[in-house]
């Protein structure tokens, strides 16, 4: 089986559309790793949830509630 470790510190990601279902398990995964994480969504209330949980287990991570376009 291949390795699968992924070492993410000293990165940041930014994730568009991180309060949805996938952007939330990719910023978990990748605060796990070790990555900041800077949360992109149109709902500030929807990207401060994601970000307390990830805090809440140790990680980095920023909520940023915008329209990308």
């Known amino acids: 089986m291949p390795d ?3 070492d993410g510190q000293g ?6 559309g991180g309060s949805g279902v996938l952007g939330r398990v990719l910023a978990h995964a ?3 790793a070790g990555v900041r994480v800077a ?3 149109l709902h500030a209330a ?5 970000v307390e949980s ?3 287990e140790g990680g980095e991570a920023i909520g940023i509630a915008c329209d990308v376009m």
């Open 4 to 6: 699968t470790s992924f």
């Open 46 to 50: 929807s990207s401060a949830n994601v």
């Open 39 to 41: 949360i992109l969504s």
């Open 11 to 16: 990165r940041t990601a930014v994730i568009t």
């Open 30 to 32: 990748l605060a796990k």
């Open 54 to 56: 990830i805090r809440a």
